[in-house]
């Protein structure tokens, strides 16, 4: 014959219960919190990447897209600290781009893509540039947009960026990089399958 619960018993089962559910999103929400106080600061910060545009609005473009904050926090867990350098005033659209100063620390030592990876036979770096773009969720910048960055400050002065690649260009085996020198921003080529303890590469993300 089972017992029968007391009503403290049956309370502190309620409560254990509801603590199950409710403990998951209530840590997703502080962690959101937290993210979203980091990209204000930085927001907040850098006017010159994003001028006339307030805050205001970007946090009720992330509110509207939630999804969006767990890129976002990939970005930043990855050395990207990614800031609002772009808006679409027609649709409300957001560009993040990863604006650390220098190229991403969580994500160097990458060739450029899958076929490159596995070209190599020894040495192989752990991923590449375009498949650890995908499982963060972002898309590696193009030329004009890596030039278009650099246009609002100085960034990889002692790093590089592998950028978004023509088709014809990687049907040859090479790949883009970009980087800045001298005063210069220069765009430059490497064998795809090459890796170096300085270049990663940035991406951006629509929100």
Partial sequence: ????KTPALKASANKATSSQHTAPNTSANTANEA?????????????????NMAWQNVEARLSAHPDKLKVL??????????????VDHKTGELTFVDCSAETPAGRRSVCYDAKALASRKENKPKTSALELAVKIGITLLNEDEYRHLQSLGNFDAKTSSWIETPADMRALGGALFGDYRFGRVFTYHNGA??????RGFRGSLKV
């Fill in 1 to 4: 014959m089972t017992a029968k």
């Fill in 35 to 51: 993210l979203i106080q980091t990209l204000k600061a930085r927001f907040e910060a850098h006017p010159k990447r994003h001028p």
């Fill in 73 to 86: 926090q990939a970005m930043e867990d990855t050395g990207g600290e990614p800031d609002v350098v772009a």
């Fill in 193 to 198: 399958e090459s890796y170096y303890a300085v």
